[in-house]
């Protein structure tokens, strides 16, 4: 199975995630079983969020708080040029592929960038690798905070939101609880975390498998795909395809017009155009209805394979071009 995975041309991590789709559409969570689920996804997001904490190391996010104009311009493009993006997409998409895929797009451009690979591409196309990682981090440090008021702010009740005194102090308990114990915890368990890295990353992707397999036998036991066609999926995918494209297009040619080196246009480019599946996930599962978490998470699971694949091409050119060029 793993040679499989290896050889597959989609992440296995994708991968599993599409098993988890496909294995809800077949044996749906209900009843007694689905309660229990529920509490097993609370845990999962509590621990999901305490690894978080646990491996980010303060001294990180110091070392590149110097480096302002780059955080400030791929926050920018993440929190507030995504979601006008969002906003004026959603309009226009609503007629197309209806009011909750069209949700979910909007969804999508409200929570934070990605980490691993926002640095792994950056890396690979000899980009500004520090700066990669302190701006990965931040936000998706001030998404845990910023995504649930962007979420009230520009979605309002629309699509099954329920942020109510209760919810909000579920997010606080749920996620910022166990991030900031995590923090507090790292001196301890930082060497244990570090030996252990690769156990510990599959935690990581199995309770994200585990939120998608919950959140989409909600769906259908709520009649989710009774409602969404394999037509609106590939419009989902077409759509998803032409907004990063945009994105990268966007975040590579502000940063040059701006006078940014190579190498902070490609941390840019890399961090600023990308949107985390591992942290939109648990927010959607404590910010939304059971019921319509499904049809809001899945524009962004086609969105997060899509990115990976255009980043990674644009990644391996940029590699090329820097071994022409003599850039180490």
């Known amino acids: 199975m793993r040679k499989i995975l290896d050889r597959s041309p989609i992440d296995g991590f994708v991968l599993s995630i599409l098993l988890a789709v496909v294995v809800a559409a077949i044996f749906p969570a209900k009843g007694s079983f689905a309660d229990i689920m529920d509490w097993v996804v609370v845990g999962l997001i509590a621990l999901l969020f305490f690894l978080y904490g646990a491996r980010l190391h303060p001294r990180e996010a110091l070392e590149g708080l110097t480096h302002w104009r780059l955080h400030l311009t791929i926050l920018a493009f993440t929190f507030i040029a995504f979601p006008l993006v969002g906003l004026v997409l959603k309009p226009a998409l609503t007629p197309i592929i209806g009011e909750q895929l069209a949700a979910g797009m909007l969804y999508l451009t409200l929570v934070p960038s990605t980490v691993q690979s926002s640095i792994a591409f950056t890396s690979i196309a000899r980009g500004n690798v520090p700066g990669a990682i302190v701006s990965a981090s931040a936000s998706n440090l001030i998404g845990v905070f910023?995504?649930?008021?962007?979420?009230?702010?520009?979605?309002?009740?629309?699509?099954?939101?329920?942020?109510?005194?209760?919810?909000?102090?579920?997010?606080?308990?749920?996620?910022?609880?166990?991030?900031?114990?995590?923090?507090?915890?790292?001196?301890?368990?930082?060497?244990?975390?570090?030996?252990?890295?690769?156990?510990?990353?599959?935690?990581?992707?199995?309770?994200?498998?585990?939120?998608?397999?919950?959140?989409?036998?909600?769906?259908?036991?709520?009649?989710?795909?009774?409602?969404?066609?394999?037509?609106?999926?590939?419009?989902?995918?077409?759509?998803?395809?032409?907004?990063?494209?945009?994105?990268?297009?966007?975040?590579?040619?502000?940063?040059?017009?701006?006078?940014?080196?190579?190498?902070?246009?490609?941390?840019?480019?890399?961090?600023?155009?990308?949107?985390?599946?591992?942290?939109?996930?648990?927010?959607?599962?404590?910010?939304?209805?059971?019921?319509?978490?499904?049809?809001?998470?899945?524009?962004?699971?086609?969105?997060?394979?899509i990115q990976l694949i255009l980043c990674s091409m644009?990644?391996?050119?940029y590699e090329k071009q820097a071994i022409a060029d003599g850039i180490t």
């Open 314 to 317: 644009l990644a391996s050119r």
């Open 146 to 305: 910023l995504t649930p008021v962007l979420v009230v702010l520009l979605m309002g009740s629309e699509a099954g939101v329920h942020i109510t005194g209760s919810s909000v102090l579920k997010i606080v308990l749920e996620i910022l609880v166990p991030f900031i114990v995590g923090q507090l915890c790292r001196p301890l368990i930082s060497g244990f975390l570090s030996k252990y890295a690769a156990p510990t990353k599959y935690v990581d992707r199995s309770s994200i498998v585990v939120v998608v397999y919950v959140a989409f036998s909600a769906g259908v036991v709520s009649g989710m795909w009774s409602i969404v066609s394999a037509w609106d999926v590939v419009l989902v995918g077409v759509i998803s395809t032409a907004v990063v494209i945009g994105m990268l297009a966007l975040t590579q040619w502000v940063p040059q017009r701006w006078g940014f080196n190579r190498a902070d246009v490609i941390a840019i480019q890399f961090c600023g155009s990308k949107k985390s599946l591992a942290t939109g996930l648990p927010l959607a599962s404590v910010m939304f209805a059971a019921s319509t978490v499904g049809f809001i998470v899945l524009p962004l699971m086609i969105f997060h394979q």
